[in-house]
Nanobody, 119 residues
Framework: QLQASGGGLVQPGGSLRLSCAPS????????MAWYRQAPGKQRELVAV???????NYADSVKGRFTISRDNAKNTVYLQMNSLKPEDTAVYYC???????????????WGQGTQVTVSS
């Protein structure tokens, strides 16, 4: 339901921009977020943005990552600057979506995109 893109290999100190957009029928989107999961670790919340544009970040990425959204395109972005090796993980987008006015809100996940920070 969600298509994520933009991952890749980058050197420490570099930047990447992730994008995520839903496919299929969309009536309304509430919160949109990015999570990440490093090998051997639990999935963790990186950043979240609500429909009004308010944001929250994990302490580990504050000041380096910026989450934003384009409501006209139903797309969420994650701009990642000053990347560190410890940012290496699979990044997943998540959105709270109603597919019609007759449906309840549901959580939807993207397929994940690999971000590797290494020299």
């Amino acid at each position: 339901q969600l298509q994520a893109s933009g991952g890749g290999l980058v050197q420490p100190g570099g930047s990447l921009r992730l994008s995520c957009a839903p496919s299929g029928r969309i009536f309304s989107i509430n919160d949109m977020a990015w999570y990440r999961q490093a090998p051997g670790k639990q999935r963790e919340l990186v950043a979240v943005i609500n429909s009004g544009g308010s944001t929250n970040y994990a302490d580990s990425v504050k000041g380096r990552f910026t989450i934003s959204r384009d409501n006209a395109k139903n797309t969420v972005y994650l701009q990642m600057n000053s990347l560190k090796p410890e940012d290496t993980a699979v990044y997943y987008c998540n959105a709270v979506i109603r597919t019609s006015p007759y449906e309840y809100w549901g959580h939807y996940w993207g397929q994940g995109t690999q971000v590797t920070v290494s020299s």
